[in-house]
């Protein structure tokens, strides 16, 4: 069925796929949403955490004393008491531990150091100020590439047997055939580049309200988390609690991102507080913890070659990394993949070879890493490719767009394995391009870009003119079991599906909207399936005791994984419902044949019953066949044979001032191609931000340090997001090339923009300038000094 | 010290910390959650209400400052449970996604169409600079306060026409 063939229901939407206003937005247009900084117990006591000013110092002493003095102060709690209950240290979701209070050295600025409970969060916040700490400070590793200097302080030295501060090597890809290829090349072109650290920043800041009822033992944790059961299973797992006395319930979100995937210090603590002083404990973080203890984003020094003929023909591309993971190992990523997907970093093209090394380092940073609309490191070898593309371009004097078009992967090559072992779903690349640029009048904006120069060489304007193209191939939907799992959990998603004897229904995800509009999309897919009105279908998500088991939303995963199942506990139904019309029509289920929402008797369309009179038939006293169970429920587990691989073509055209250096997007082309679009308009507002993402890491994001490792980008004052004002009137299209394995075709699409833009915005500017090379964020000082030919090191203030 | 205003018509008085913020009164001490709590420097404006008419980021002023003055939350734009034209217009044109920056939003866009009921999206865009928002990319909330804009009565309107 074609979105056009969709009927529309008494309420006015379509009983399917196609453009619908979003259910939840009843509650959020009157401020009535319930996110986790609105809960409200009664007695509920506020927390709050002291923090490390140090970015590495021992500890030698904490005297709470004058706190725990306080009239309002109910608990103080440091390492030393969670030390007491075995839980000082956590794990991380790669196998690393991390601190939750320190007990032996801060290793961070910003390191949680205490926790304070208190009738409410201004006593609490006071009594911060009343502890005593007694710090060692001591060097602090800052640039990562010094991190694995023989002298180097070793900042793990709590792990036995470490002697540095190397987490892994990594690579993937044949580097044997890799080097020969690039040693017969005509052409090879080698660039060093930063995708410096940034930050998720969702507009809601991470927290958690815990209550542990002392007489059933039930612990309630109220989370902003994108993941409520995975964090159930670990909270099972760390703190010994069992499983079923465990309720993580995820409320409305303010954002995600991949800043709430991860378990914070802070969670942990007011569980504690909340076994300590037997009362709820709330714990909600302000902006500038958020900024500087949360899980960051990217911080990949990358040093690209790209081998290619004279005619530009692409050979091989290879990368070393060197990745700062801050101060633990906390990213998220599949086991088996340390570095994420970053081995798709070859991208759209053909190869002959390619390969890629990747060296992760502790540094005295906050740690994190996989973060930020980035499915799973793809961001970064987008980045890291389209600009490689770019800079050949340059070297062969060929306009990027023709340099891509000819090297794009071509329809015919689909199902396509990469040379590092990606199985490739489907596409049409050049039909994408062609149409970005047929939006953008790519001729057109050459030509005129040509007058500018020539206007600017002959010294009558001072705005230069800058062009810039991205194509992206992201791997989402995360993950195939044989392949595919964190900490042991497998990631393929439950869905349970209700028809209630009216023929409502209830839909139960174990997946978790942090503004993707899921009550409203997955109501679309079950009406697409049964025929059952949107507005008929209730969407139940965010709480463990009342959804079936799954890992979460992140990695652009939802509708690949847990839309397929909502597709197939549809489907499921849809049989059942076959069998119960054949009984009550005393036919066979041969017999009859199905259109939206009613089956009928084959040849006899006047003689068939409703999904709705199906629903009631069910729930009655009609005989069943034998075997038959009466109801219309069903269930399902999602396990996706493969992941889902969106792609789009993006354009950007910005004018940049020679005089100031100051950067101006002027048009922003996207087209996409994510299969077909469940909520046309929902889609369209997924990259709408993911765009105003790339922008703002392109030109205005940076989570920076000075030589002390002090964070110099712990306020909104300080770490600048895109307002209005930067971001312009986005211009988007589409094309569609399903999925050929996922049952409705569709791809994901949650994080395409976010990962596809920021290389069309640089390579935009860099084109402006005429110069190869310059690392984001491309500031106007920052744009200045390349002009100059002396860039900046955006990541450290020093030269 | 004891502290009295209207809040959406109603007189509230409460005994607060003379240091008590303003989004912290509204929200602790009223439970008007709608009003949120983003940054603390005044620039994201997820806080954004209305004192005396003016939009102001109430994390950055004292509740005692706010005593004696009128003072309007998102909960009281819509009337008798209907969306006001502002609401309807986010609703129309999905200017909106985890709902986080919403009623900061609302609140602004409602200021802006006070003063001048016929924006430009220049003039849009300015209004707005103020209020972060992480989902959008601006352009639906943009739409929105346009869709607002050329539909004064809001829903009834658009039913009308």
């Not at chain 1, 990745?323 to 970093?345: E, L, R, W």
């Not at chain 1, 191609?673 to 993402?693: F, K, S, T, Y």
């Not at chain 1, 994901?748 to 500017?765: D, K, L, Q």
């Not at chain 2, 209400?49 to 005593?67: F, H, R």
Request: aromatic share 6%.
């Amino acid at each position: 069925m074609t979105t056009t063939e969709v009927p529309t229901s008494a309420e006015g939407n379509p009983i399917g796929f196609g453009r619908m206003h979003r259910k939840e937005d009843a509650r959020f247009l009157r401020g009535q949403g319930t996110y986790v900084d609105d809960v409200t117990l009664p007695g509920m006591l506020h927390g709050a955490i002291l923090r490390s000013p140090f970015a590495h110092a021992r500890i030698v002493n904490i005297d709470t004393s004058a706190a725990e003095a306080h009239p309002r102060v109910r608990a103080v709690i440091t390492g030393e008491t969670l030390e007491g209950l075995g839980l000082a240290w956590m794990p991380t979701l790669s196998q690393d531990t991390q601190s939750v209070l320190a007990t032996d050295k801060v290793r961070f600025q910003g390191a949680e150091v205490a926790f304070v409970v208190a009738d409410d969060r201004y006593a609490a916040r006071d009594a911060l100020e009343l502890i005593d700490v007694d710090y060692e400070p001591l060097d602090a590793v800052v640039d990562a590439k010094k991190a694995l200097d023989p002298d180097a302080p070793v900042i793990r030295d709590d792990l036995e047997g470490r002697e540095d501060n190397k987490i892994y090597d990594w690579e993937a890809g044949d580097a044997e055939h890799c080097a020969e290829v690039f040693d017969q090349a005509d052409v090879v072109v080698t660039q060093e580049m930063l995708y410096p650290r940034v930050h998720p920043a969702p507009m809601e800041t991470c927290g958690s309200v815990a209550s542990m009822d002392p007489v059933s033992g039930k612990l309630t944790i109220w989370t902003t988390t994108q993941a409520p059961h995975a964090h159930r299973t670990l909270y099972a797992l760390v703190a010994g609690l069992p499983e079923h006395k465990i309720q993580v319930i995820s409320p409305d979100i303010g954002g995600g991102f991949g800043n709430k995937v991860g378990i914070y210090p802070g969670y942990v603590c007011s569980i504690v507080g909340s076994i300590v002083t037997g009362k709820p404990v709330k714990w909600m973080e302000d902006r500038a913890e958020n900024l500087m203890s949360t899980s960051f984003a990217r911080d990949y020094h990358m040093t690209g070659s790209i081998a290619a003929t004279k005619d530009g023909t692409i050979q091989g591309l290879k990368v070393d990394v060197l990745a700062d993971h801050g101060a633990f190992n906390g990213v998220a990523q599949p086991t088996k993949f340390p570095a994420g997907f970053f081995h798709i970093f070859t991208g759209s093209y053909d190869y002959d070879a390619a390969h890629c090394n990747v060296r992760a380092v502790y540094t005295n940073k906050a740690p994190g890493g996989v973060a930020y609309a980035c499915s799973f490191r793809v961001t970064e070898a987008v980045y890291l490719v389209e600009r490689m593309v770019d800079c050949l371009a340059d070297e062969l004097g060929m306009d990027p767009a023709e340099l891509r078009m000819k090297n794009l992967l071509r329809p015919e090559q689909f199902p396509y394995t990469t040379p590092t072992g990606w199985e490739y779903d489907s596409g049409d690349y050049p039909r994408a391009l062609k149409e970005a640029m047929r939006l953008a009048g790519y001729d057109e904006l050459r030509a005129e870009q040509a007058e500018r120069r020539r206007a600017f060489e002959a010294g009558e304007t001072n705005q230069l003119m800058g062009i810039g193209l991205s194509f992206f191939t992201e791997g989402v939907g995360a993950g195939p079991r044989k392949h595919m799992d964190i900490l042991g959990l497998g990631m393929a998603d439950g869905c349970e599906l209700r028809i209630h004897p009216t023929g409502k229904a209830v839909i139960r995800l174990s997946v978790q909207s942090q503004g993707q509009g899921h009550e409203t999309t997955f109501a679309q897919i079950v009406a697409q399936e049964l025929g059952i009105p949107p507005e008929d279908i209730d969407v139940v998500h965010g709480d463990t005791d009342n959804t079936p088991f799954g890992l979460g939303t992140y990695g652009s995963r939802s509708t690949p994984v847990s839309g397929a199942a909502a597709a197939v506990v549809s489907r499921r139904v849809k049989d059942k419902s076959r069998i119960i019309a054949a009984a009550a029509l005393e036919c066979s289920p041969d017999d009859l044949e199905w259109e939206h929402g009613r089956w009928f008797v084959k040849g006899d369309p006047d003689n068939g019953k409703t999904i709705q009179e199906i629903a009631f038939a069910s729930h009655g006293n009609l005989e069943l066949p034998e075997g038959v169970e009466g109801h219309l429920d069903a269930t399902a587990v999602y396990d996706p044979p493969e992941l889902t691989y969106p792609f789009g073509a993006y354009i950007c055209v910005t004018d940049v001032d020679a005089g100031t250096g100051e950067v101006k997007v002027r048009r922003f082309i996207a087209v996409d191609d994510c299969g077909p679009r469940i909520n046309p308009m929902i889609v369209e507002g997924q990259i709408h931000g993911g765009l105003a993402d790339g922008v703002g890491m392109a030109l205005m994001e940076v989570i920076a340090f000075d030589p002390e490792g002090n964070n110099l980008g712990g306020s909104f004052m300080d770490y600048l997001l895109p307002t209005s004002m930067e971001c312009p009137s986005w211009e988007t299209g589409e094309t569609v090339t399903p999925s050929p394995h996922h049952p409705l075709g569709v791809k994901g699409v949650g994080e395409s923009a976010t990962v596809g833009s920021p290389a069309a915005v640089v390579n935009a500017v860099l084109d402006a300038l005429q110069i190869r090379s310059a690392d984001m964020p491309l500031t106007p000082a920052v744009v200045w000094r390349a002009m100059q030919g002396s860039p900046l090191r955006n990541d450290l203030a020093i030269e | 010290m004891q502290v009295t205003m209207t809040v959406n018509g109603d007189e509230v008085t409460r005994d607060v910390e003379p240091r008590m913020l303003l989004v912290h009164f509204i929200r602790d001490e009223l439970g008007l959650t709608g009003t949120h709590w983003g940054c603390d420097t005044s620039n994201c404006g997820t806080c954004t209400l209305w004192v005396d008419g003016e939009a102001v980021k109430s994390c950055t002023v004292l509740a005692a400052m706010a005593g004696g003055r009128d003072v309007h939350t998102v909960e009281g734009v819509a009337q008798n449970g209907e969306l006001d034209a502002v609401q309807q217009g986010f609703l129309e044109e999905h200017g909106l996604q985890c709902g986080f920056c919403t009623p900061g939003m609302i609140m602004t866009a409602k200021w802006l169409l006070e003063r001048d009921p016929d924006p430009d999206e220049g003039t849009i865009r300015e209004a707005i600079s103020g209020n972060l928002c992480r989902c959008t990319g601006y352009e639906n909330i943009v739409r929105a306060v346009r869709w607002a804009a050329e539909h004064p009565a809001g829903a009834d309107e658009e039913v009308s026409a």
